[in-house]
């Protein structure tokens, strides 16, 4: 089984910053690419931030110049540096991954965490 662990969450101010962080764990072989979605309360999930293995990325066009994705592949992981926060940023933010797992490539999904920006 793979799991992706999410972390970094939480309650912040308007301009304030966080940063998430994503660990893949299991049966993993390799990692294409990473990223970062996230879905406000009646809302479709929607892309934030991705990054593929040789590092190229791809914002939305509402985080651009505020978010920046990383990644270390040795160690599995995806970060999301979120500065200037506004409280439309507010949501739950989701890791991802497309990975092949010995077997398949396939998509995974961490379980969420919450992101609030306040005013």
């Known amino acids: 089984q793979v799991q992706l662990v999410e972390s970094g969450g939480g309650l912040v101010q308007a301009g304030g910053s966080l940063r998430l962080s994503c660990a893949a764990s299991g049966s993993i072989f390799s990692i294409n690419g990473m990223g970062w979605y996230r879905q406000a309360p009646g809302k479709q999930r929607e892309l934030v931030a991705a990054?593929?293995?040789?590092?190229?990325?791809d914002y939305a066009d509402s985080v651009k110049g505020r978010f920046t994705i990383s990644r270390v592949n040795a160690k599995n992981t995806v970060t999301l540096q979120m500065n200037s926060l506004k409280p439309e940023d507010t949501a739950v933010y989701y890791c991802?991954?497309?990975?092949?797992?010995?077997?398949?490539?396939?998509?995974?999904w961490g379980q969420g965490t919450q992101v609030t920006v306040s005013s």
């Open positions: 991802n991954a497309y990975l092949f797992n010995y077997s398949d490539y396939a998509n995974y």
């Open positions: 990054i593929t293995r040789d590092g190229n990325t």
